[in-house]
């Protein structure tokens, strides 16, 4: 039996939901929404799906939508996604889950009385660098991690559109690049509880819309609100005594640069930008480099892995793992490193 799904908001990052649940035999497009109708009809004619709608209202009380993946701008995120549980619908929420800490409360509350599952888009997990680490993770290959450290750096990345209106986007690139290396490293390290966290942001550059001859990620808008942060340095620190330092930014006097590496007291990996393993034996140091066909971030096998995995959950072959529990600890990172930020000190994390 197929999962009938709808995609709500048809940004550039719906095309890959889109093309994902239509290249899955377990997925039937029943529905397409968006604020804008004739992008809703170009998604739809594009992908061969047979409701287009500016209405969610409309697909929420459809019957015949079993679940659906919420693309819009970020604080739309909340109100959408929990009025979907409510309607009985599975939910496939683009990160961040929310950008407070109070919606985040609210979708886990939502979870548990509706009994329907939330699953954030999390497509980092998914790659088959992050799939074979986790692998040698839980088979106890690299021991107890203790630290980890997290660089997502563009020169001129700012995309445009509702990513640089604090106002849509709750932030700039922590909420937007660094929650992705963010959520990798941590649930590299076991999900471990943040105690706090401190941070720093700066914002001397703006959006760089003056570079020319550079092609740059754009966002579906041609709005350029510039009203974020360029570039943050932050760490969080964990109950037993992890750490994860992150960096990240839209704007820097810098080569363009992605980091992932995890250290635990038997070895250790870099996950980005390709794959390496580190350890030692016989006194002697290793680096293994896995035979895997993706030793860096394949986006494509990721999001197919990530749909594949969502249709389970929505069929109740697995639980979700991606939870709502997962996006309250998230923005609970995120709001202490934007108040740290604010402060000047290092903000503790209650519960």
């Known amino acids: 039996m197929t999962t009938r799904i709808a995609v709500i908001g048809l940004g550039a990052i719906a095309t890959e939901h889109l093309s994902a649940y239509q290249k899955n035999d377990q997925a039937e497009l029943v529905a397409v929404c968006d604020i804008e109708p004739e992008r809703a009809k170009a998604r739809a004619e594009q992908f061969d799906v047979p409701r287009a709608t500016t209405d969610v209202a409309e697909i929420l009380s459809d019957p015949d939508v079993d679940a659906v993946s919420v693309c819009v701008p970020n604080t739309l995120h909340a109100p959408i996604a929990e009025a979907a549980l409510r309607a009985g619908k599975n939910v496939l929420i683009e990160k961040p889950m929310t950008v407070t800490v109070g919606e985040a409360e609210s979708l886990v509350r939502a979870v548990e009385e509706t009994g329907k599952a939330l699953q954030i888009g999390y497509v980092r997990r998914f790659a088959p660098n992050a799939l074979v680490t986790k692998r040698f993770l839980d088979a106890g290959e690299f021991g107890d991690i203790y630290a980890a450290r997290a660089t997502l750096l563009r020169a001129a990345g700012n995309p445009g559109g509702w990513f640089g209106d604090v106002e849509l986007s709750g932030g700039g690139p922590l909420i937007d690049l660094g929650v992705h290396i963010i959520d990798l490293c941590w649930y590299l390290m076991g999900t471990p509880k943040a105690v706090s966290a401190s941070g720093v942001t700066f914002a001397p550059l703006g959006a760089r819309d003056n570079i020319q001859n550079l092609k740059r990620y754009r966002a579906a808008s041609a709005v350029r609100a510039n009203t974020v942060e360029d570039y943050v340095t932050a760490q969080i620190r964990f109950e037993?005594?992890?750490?994860?330092?992150?960096?990240?930014?839209?704007?820097?006097?810098?080569?363009?640069?992605?980091?992932?590496?995890?250290?635990?007291?038997?070895?250790?990996?870099?996950?980005?930008?390709?794959?390496?393993?580190?350890?030692?034996?016989?006194?002697?140091?290793?680096?293994?480099?896995?035979?895997?066909?993706?030793?860096?971030?394949?986006?494509?096998?990721?999001?197919?892995?990530?749909?594949?995995?969502?249709?389970?959950?929505c069929r109740g072959e697995i639980p979700a793992d991606a939870t709502a529990e997962q996006g309250l600890e998230m923005a609970r990172m995120l709001s202490a490193v934007y108040e740290s930020a604010k402060s000047g000190a290092e903000v503790k994390i209650g519960r």
């Open 240 to 313: 037993d005594g992890q750490v994860l330092d992150v960096e990240t930014s839209y704007s820097l006097h810098a080569r363009n640069e992605i980091s992932v590496r995890i250290h635990g007291d038997k070895g250790g990996a870099e996950i980005e930008p390709e794959l390496l393993m580190l350890t030692e034996r016989h006194d002697t140091l290793l680096h293994v480099r896995p035979q895997i066909d993706s030793l860096g971030f394949d986006f494509k096998v990721g999001f197919a892995n990530q749909i594949d995995h969502f249709l389970r959950i």
